[in-house]
T-cell receptor
Framework: GAVVSQHPSRVICKSGTSVKIECRSLDFQATTMFWYRQFPKKSLMLMATSNEGSKATYEQGVEKDKFLINHASLTLSTLTVTSAHPEDSSFYICSARSHGGYGYTFGSGTRLTVV | AQRVTQPEKLLSVFKGAPVELKCNYSYSGSPELFWYVQYSRQRLQLLLRHISRESIKGFTADLNKGETSFHLKKPFAQEEDSAMYYC???????????WGLGTSLAVNP
């Protein structure tokens, strides 16, 4: 079945630095990638939607200059958290969908801790 | 606004008992609805979608447009069904999912 590989699974970084999270679709072409953030005991919060080769569409309240999304190929999308702050500490999850596909394949998530 | 409600944060049943996880949605138009499951230490995965009307791992879900509900049911719960369950309607041109808060199902021996 479809697999999305997300790396790293955990990362600790210092305030002010940037962190890049990668999601790769291993056996299908991810025409659309969704990036989520999940707070403890809360539902998934959609941050942005990206279509391959296009600029990402950000949800209201999500800073596009802080959360940079690149979806340059059909198998790779990246989320870069720039100038990270402790309040950016969270669980980030990517989800990919192929063209015409109905299901969404999720990455295993990245636990980001900013100290 | 499009919204999905899963009224039960936690549902605890005994093995072999029937289980129903409730989901209500508010959505204009004809939504496509999904149930996703997350087992302990695993990633989210698709459980079933309403269009396919299939039964996965013994679970079924019927879309009731009159009640705007999409409850997930299983007649005999198993311990391995213990997981977090999310009901998610699909929305818009980008077909993004609208997420509920999820229901944690605990099946006790």
């Amino acid at each position: 079945g479809a697999v999305v590989s997300q790396h790293p699974s955990r990362v600790i970084c210092k305030s002010g630095t940037s962190v890049k999270i990668e999601c790769r679709s291993l056996d299908f072409q991810a025409t659309t990638m969704f990036w989520y953030r999940q707070f403890p005991k809360k539902s998934l919060m959609l941050m942005a939607t990206s279509n391959e080769g296009s600029k990402a569409t950000y949800e209201q309240g999500v800073e596009k200059d802080k959360f940079l999304i690149n979806h340059a190929s059909l198998t790779l999308s990246t989320l870069t958290v720039t100038s990270a702050h402790p309040e950016d500490s969270s669980f980030y999850i990517c989800s990919a969908r192929s063209h015409g596909g109905y299901g969404y394949t999720f990455g295993s998530g990245t636990r980001l801790t900013v100290v | 606004a499009q919204r999905v409600t899963q009224p039960e944060k936690l549902l605890s049943v005994f093995k072999g008992a029937p289980v129903e996880l409730k989901c209500n949605y508010s959505y204009s138009g004809s939504p496509e609805l999904f149930w996703y499951v997350q087992y302990s230490r695993q990633r989210l995965q698709l459980l079933l979608r309403h269009i396919s009307r299939e039964s996965i791992k013994g679970f079924t879900a019927d879309l009731n447009k009159g009640e705007t509900s999409f409850h997930l049911k299983k007649p005999f719960a198993q311990e391995e069904d213990s997981a977090m369950y999310y009901c998610a309607p699909q929305s818009g041109n980008n077909r993004k999912l609208i997420w509920g808060l999820g229901t944690s199902l605990a099946v006790n021996p």
